[in-house]
């Protein structure tokens, strides 16, 4: 199983609702990582977990608040998004955090936020 | 710091013709290289990557690309163009310093034409 698997595919939701996003993957990765990625450009990068701890969050908002309850599951909780949130939001893994790894993306989330 | 640089956000090439997509990156030090791939409604998929050892590195799908140190330079070709190449290209940058994130370039866009 070489899949990084995240629901849901899609999400609408207002700014005062208070969702999640979840990415799954069975690969024996000990590196999880979320990106968001406006519309016509690159990636950029939430948080690293590594060994299910938190090792990198990129200044992201409170509103964004990342879970890692295992070694194969990735959580992503919303809260008061705004408007300009709206976006895909990918999970990755990789077998360890060694800048020479090769990451593994999901298929992504799009959140839309009304 | 590090970068990488696409030099053309859009690319079309016919059918059948050769596919040259350009990339350029800034680093101190010397550098990890990647091209990943993003179909539509996807995630990133990696086509290839540079670490170390030999400067022509193959990819799949037919893809392949040269590290050239002298020009910074890390060109990604393919002899000969399919529709199912047609998608979004990132080039992107990894030290092999600490603990540094991987960074994306602003991504080309390649069309084939029939």
């Known amino acids: 199983d070489t899949e990084v698997t995240q629901t849901p595919k899609h999400l609408v939701m207002g700014m005062t609702n208070k969702k999640s996003l979840k990415c799954e993957q069975h690969?024996?990765?000990?590196?999880m990582y979320w990106y968001k990625q406006k519309a016509k450009k690159p990636p950029e990068l939430m948080f690293v977990?590594?060994?299910?701890?938190?090792?990198i969050n990129e200044s992201v908002p409170s509103r964004f608040s990342p879970e890692c309850p295992n070694s194969s599951l990735l959580n992503l909780h919303l809260h008061a998004l705004q408007p300009e949130d709206s976006a895909l939001y990918l999970c990755?893994?990789?077998?360890?955090?060694?800048?020479?790894?090769?990451?593994?993306f999901g298929s992504g989330t799009q959140l839309s936020v009304l | 710091a590090q970068s990488v640089t696409q030099l053309g956000s859009h690319v079309s090439v016919s059918e059948g013709a050769l596919v040259l997509l350009r990339c350029n990156y800034s680093?101190?030090?010397?550098?990890?290289l990647f091209w990943y791939v993003q179909y539509p409604n996807q995630g990133l998929q990696l086509l290839l990557k540079y670490t170390t050892g030999a400067t022509l590195v193959k990819g799949i799908n037919g893809f392949e690309a040269e590290f050239k140190k002298s020009e910074t330079s890390f060109h990604l070709t393919k002899p000969s163009a399919h529709m199912s190449d047609a998608a979004e290209y990132f080039c992107a940058v990894r030290n092999n310093f600490g603990n540094e994130k991987l960074t994306f370039g602003t991504g080309t866009r390649l069309t084939i034409i029939p």
């Open positions: 990755a893994s990789s077998q360890g955090q060694a800048t020479n790894e090769k990451l593994f």
């Open positions: 680093s101190s030090v010397p550098p990890y």
């Open positions: 977990y590594s060994y299910e701890k938190l090792s």
């Open positions: 690969m024996g990765h000990r590196a």
